[in-house]
């Protein structure tokens, strides 16, 4: 992990850090518990509780070029799943022990599957 300056994240957020910003950017426990929304994300280029996108170890080290583990992770999911929409599971490489999460596919609404055998009925 590299460290986010203050004029690298005025420059990317558009404004000065304040408050907390830069230890929750610079977050060493990003991805832990309590700590989703901790970190940087190379996707958005934004801290992580701006944009919303929760750490996965596999994303992060892929955007981010000096992390590349270079292993084709074998995923074992966790047997739980963190409670948010949609749900997010834990997993870990059965290869080289790396950790992540990914989130749960989402199916059709209640109300997509009601007009599908009911009809539009308002």
């Not at 590299?2 to 977050?27: Q, T, W």
């Not at 997993?91 to 022990?97: A, D």
Request: proline residues 6%; glycine residues 10%.
């Amino acid at each position: 992990m590299h460290l986010i300056g203050e004029d690298y994240f005025e420059h990317a957020v558009g404004r000065p850090p304040e408050n907390d910003d830069m230890e929750r950017v610079n977050c060493t426990r990003a991805g832990e518990l309590g700590h989703y929304h901790c970190g940087w994300c190379y996707l958005c280029n934004k801290p992580r509780y701006m944009c919303g996108h929760l750490v996965n170890k596999l994303h992060d080290k892929n955007d981010d070029p000096l992390g590349d583990t270079g292993c084709k992770h074998n995923k074992v999911y966790s047997n739980v799943s963190l409670m948010s929409y949609p749900p997010i599971l834990s997993w870990i490489c059965s290869k080289c022990g790396e950790i992540g999460w990914d989130r749960q596919e989402v199916g059709p609404t209640y109300e997509e599957i009601w007009k599908k055998f009911k009809g539009d009925q308002s």
